[in-house]
């Protein structure tokens, strides 16, 4: 079974930037739709973005668009988010997971993934 794991958070002063990495323990994200999404403390988890296979086709939340790049490199079996200007609002444990249905991407509804890894502390601060 496919199992997440998501690195590169760590504390980033409000505009830095951040680049996470999604990858697998075993198996290929090659062919999956990822998704990733944030939660922070004392708040539901929320979509952050969305990227297809093989067509890299992205969508984004609102609160991030312009400002975050979902990407993936196949060869490298990685899905990257790219988060410049970040904002304390951004602060969250961020993850990455696989859509039930495999033709399904988008950046919310976090009850239709699967394959949750354990998550990367992102911290914006001063």
């Known amino acids: 079974q496919l199992q997440l794991v998501e690195s590169g958070g760590g504390l980033v002063q409000p505009g830095g930037s951040l680049r996470l990495s999604c990858t697998t323990s075993?198996?290929?994200?090659?062919?999956?739709?990822i998704g990733w999404f944030r939660q922070a403390p004392g708040k539901e988890r929320e979509g952050v973005s969305c990227?297809?296979?093989?067509?890299?086709?992205?969508s984004y939340a609102d609160s991030v668009k312009g400002r975050f790049t979902v990407s993936r490199d196949n060869a490298k079996n990685t899905v990257y988010l790219q988060m410049n200007g970040l904002e304390p609002e951004d602060t969250a444990v961020y993850y990455c997971?696989?859509?039930?249905?495999?033709?399904?991407?988008?950046?919310?509804?976090?009850?239709?993934?699967?394959?949750w890894g354990q998550g990367t502390q992102v911290t914006v601060s001063s």
């Open positions: 997971a696989v859509p039930n249905e495999p033709y399904f991407c988008s950046p919310g509804h976090p009850e239709l993934y699967h394959a």
């Open positions: 075993g198996g290929t994200l090659e062919y999956n739709n």
């Open positions: 990227i297809t296979s093989p067509g890299g086709v992205v």
